[in-house]
């Protein structure tokens, strides 16, 4: 079954450490995979996407997440965690056609104390 | 300003009644999906099409239909509103390019009481 999995519910970092959100995926064809912040009362942003290439991709306000096909994992990771970070983050995985509907994970929401 | 916009921003329903939910892009994308998010469910896919004149069933379609008369427009219609449909909804489009991703619209707040 195609799935994804954000095992942390809830995170809180202190601002500045850095960040690690985790992903893990089950697909049965090669993946696309996308990572999106939801702030309170928004929308979805993309943050960062992974399609062939280079594992480690760069996104915006300073993210940036690994490709693991052994590990089937896509996590996120940020150096610095600032408090405007705070939000709900989701790992999402879809099929390289175009057309196909994401599957989203339940999401993680990130608190940041100061 | 290019994207999606949804309307309306927020709706109180009463139980057993119609409820269109209209969203428009001018992306010109090919592609359109209507997701809802509920607290520790994340977004489910409720409808999708690919192209317009075509339509699929995502993963929890019930009392839920859509039409996709054009390229930009993509209602969401509620025949007989129940309140296990209060939820945020989330309409999306991508491009014929899948590497480009899906882009979302702002959502809107539906309480069906």
């Known amino acids: 079954a195609q799935s994804v999995t954000q095992p942390d519910i809830h995170i809180t970092v202190s601002e500045g450490a850095s960040l690690e959100l985790r992903c893990n995926y089950s697909?049965?064809?090669?993946?696309?995979l996308f990572w999106y912040v939801q702030s309170p009362g928004q929308g979805l942003q993309l943050l960062l996407k992974?399609?062939?290439?280079?594992?480690l991709v760069q996104g915006i306000k300073g993210f940036e997440a690994e490709f693991k096909r052994s590990q089937s994992s896509f996590n996120l990771r940020k150096p610095s965690v600032h408090w405007s970070d705070a939000a709900e983050y989701f790992c999402?995985?879809?099929?390289?056609?175009?057309?196909?509907?994401?599957?989203f994970g339940k999401g993680t929401t990130l608190s940041v104390s100061s | 300003i290019a994207g999606i916009t949804q309307a309306p921003t927020s709706q109180i329903l009463a139980a057993g009644r119609r409820m269109t939910l209209r969203c428009t892009q001018d992306?010109?994308?090919?592609?359109m999906y209507w997701y809802r998010q509920d607290l520790g469910l994340g977004l489910r896919l409720i409808h999708y099409?690919?192209?317009?004149?075509?339509?699929g069933k995502g993963e929890v379609p019930d009392g839920y239909s859509v039409s996709r008369a054009n390229t930009d427009d993509f209602p969401l219609t509620l025949a007989s509103a129940v309140p296990s449909q209060t939820s945020v909804y989330f309409c999306?489009?991508?491009?014929?390019?899948?590497?480009?991703?899906?882009?979302f619209g702002p959502g809107t707040r539906l309480t069906v009481l």
């Open positions: 099409s690919n192209t317009a004149g075509t339509t």
């Open positions: 999306a489009s991508s491009d014929s390019n899948a590497v480009v991703g899906q882009y």
């Open positions: 999402a995985v879809g099929a390289r056609q175009a057309g196909t509907a994401l599957i």
């Open positions: 697909y049965g064809a090669t993946p696309y």
């Open positions: 992974y399609f062939s290439g280079d594992t």
């Open positions: 992306m010109r994308h090919n592609a």
